[in-house]
């Protein structure tokens, strides 16, 4: 029990009376499987009951049974080169009329060449790698080989951060939603703060001051906490994209050298081009010592995660470190194969980097006719609106943000709502200009329609 503590929440509440009214507005065959869906799937928040039903997905679309498209700028992060991609498709079906399935005591070309090719795009091409059904389960993972190589089992995390939903990923994790009800957590898990020169807790907004003054917190729990094994964090946290200057992560980098910690980055969704490089580190000029994959790895398609360790921290051979029955998955070697070949022939990081600088126009033009927008942050093609009922108080809009997304639902614009307030786009990297164009006016319209400001 919480009492009448005002907790951070997260997406939007799949028990809001908005969420009723949503769906009595469907038609009647969609709320009988929404209803047969309810019967049958285990309720959590933010997902069962469900929203809506579709029939079909395709590049950047969801096709609802009720004749609704949504442009889908939310996909779980998996879409990075959209729904139904014709090269992860064909490449699985041949996988799987060649080899199906590895047990784990054979590998095949497949593998070696999925694993190698995911190393060759780091910088220092210096990993080696470890298939894992599940981004959760491979936080899970980097943590054991942090403990394995250092003999510390104690990580530094952030609050506000998600890295899965098994009980080690929420014990690193610093989102309430996720640890309520579940106590008591995974000893020695310990949360920093995360950076936000926006709602920073010193007042400046200065990114360096910011910057320094997160890190300087992290010295100091390091100091008196003692035997921190790993310092776990996603470089650009996906669901508010607050992106710290690169000087952030070099004396990150020096703090966990100098003091033997295993710098892990989660980049499950914001690698393979959509922060802007191939590795959302790569932006800053530092490499982890564990780097997790996930998300679109499997081309949206194959449930499909990563670990990536570098090579001095192959040494657990004495222990079964990661031993998954799907280590090393057929399928998924070939989604993810086939994703890089595709990010490589359609050259996806130069349009995701056109694109990004196109949507930053777009934003500016909102952010100077709406005030009711506090703050816009984009990196790549991680995009998220901040909401506030004033801009000099900063306070959340969290009304308005649910609202302008059940507008923008009705007019076929797709997305995800984060820290309440936050509305979050993560366009496939295949989109178009004509669809940022189409999503932009989507929104706005319903900006205009939600905050009483008349039509020009
Ligand atoms: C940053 C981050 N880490 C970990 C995960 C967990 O991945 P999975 O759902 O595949 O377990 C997610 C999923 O949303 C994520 O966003």
């Known amino acids: 029990m919480h009492g009448n503590q005002r907790l951070n929440r997260e997406g939007e509440l799949n028990t809001s009376s908005r969420r009723q009214l949503w769906i009595n507005g469907l038609d009647e065959e969609s709320r009988r499987l929404l209803e047969e869906d309810e019967a049958v799937f285990i309720k959590q928040s933010m997902s069962t009951p469900c929203m809506d039903v579709i ?33 992860v498709i064909e490449a699985v079906y041949k996988q799987l009329g060649n080899i199906p399935f590895i047990p784990r005591r054979y590998t095949a070309d497949i593998a070696v060449e ?30 054991k080989i942090a403990r394995k190589v250092t003999g510390r089992h104690k990580v530094i995390s952030m609050w506000e951060s998600f890295h899965g939903a098994g009980l080690d990923a929420i014990s690193a994790g610093g989102e309430y939603v996720f640890s309520k009800d579940m106590g008591p957590m995974m000893p020695g898990s310990i949360k920093a703060i995360p950076y936000n020169a926006y709602r920073s807790l010193i007042g400046s907004t200065s990114k ?35 992106v710290p200057p690169a000087s952030y992560f070099q004396r990150l980098k020096r703090i966990c050298a100098t003091n033997d910690i295993l710098l892990i980055f989660d980049e499950i969704p914001t690698a393979l081009g959509r922060s802007g490089a191939f590795y959302a580190h790569q932006l800053f000029g530092i490499e982890p010592d564990i780097l997790v994959l996930g998300k679109g790895l499997g081309g949206g398609v194959i449930p499909q995660a990563a670990v990536l360790a570098r090579t001095r921290l192959d040494c657990a051979h004495d222990i079964s470190l990661g031993h998954y029955t799907h280590e090393k998955p057929a399928a998924g070697c070939a989604a993810i194969c086939a994703t890089l070949n595709y990010i490589a022939e359609f050259k996806l990081l130069e349009h995701c980097n056109v694109l990004s600088a196109y949507a930053a126009k777009r934003s500016a033009q909102l952010f100077n006719r709406y005030e009711c927008l506090g703050d816009i942050r984009i990196a790549g093609l991680l995009i998220c609106f901040e909401f506030v ?31 309440g307030n936050c509305i979050i786009w993560h366009p496939p990297l295949i989109v178009t200009t004509e669809q940022l164009d189409f ?5 706005e319209k319903a900006i205009r329609e939600c905050t009483g400001v008349l039509d020009f």
Request: hydrophobic share 40%; with cysteine; glycine share 6%.
């Open 55 to 87: 029939i079909d997905a395709e590049g950047c679309y969801l096709q609802a049974m009720s004749g609704q498209k949504y442009l889908d700028f939310h996909g779980n992060s998996v879409h990075q080169i959209g729904y139904k991609n014709p090269y």
């Open 114 to 143: 999925a694993a190698s090719r995911l190393i060759e795009k780091t910088s220092s091409k210096d990993y080696k790698a470890l298939f894992v059904p599940s981004g959760s389960a491979a936080v899970g993972l980097a943590l």
């Open 208 to 242: 360096e001051a910011v910057a320094q003054f997160c890190l300087d917190y992290v010295e100091y729990i390091i100091q008196n906490e003692g035997d921190i094994g790993a310092l776990l964090l996603e470089p650009i946290r996906a669901t508010d994209v607050h």
């Open 389 to 419: 009922k004033n801009r000099k108080t900063k306070e959340k809009n969290e009304d308005l943000a649910e609202r302008l997304l059940y507008a923008c639902l009705k007019n076929g614009l797709s997305f995800k709502l984060s820290a």
């Open 439 to 443: 999503a932009f006016s989507v929104f």
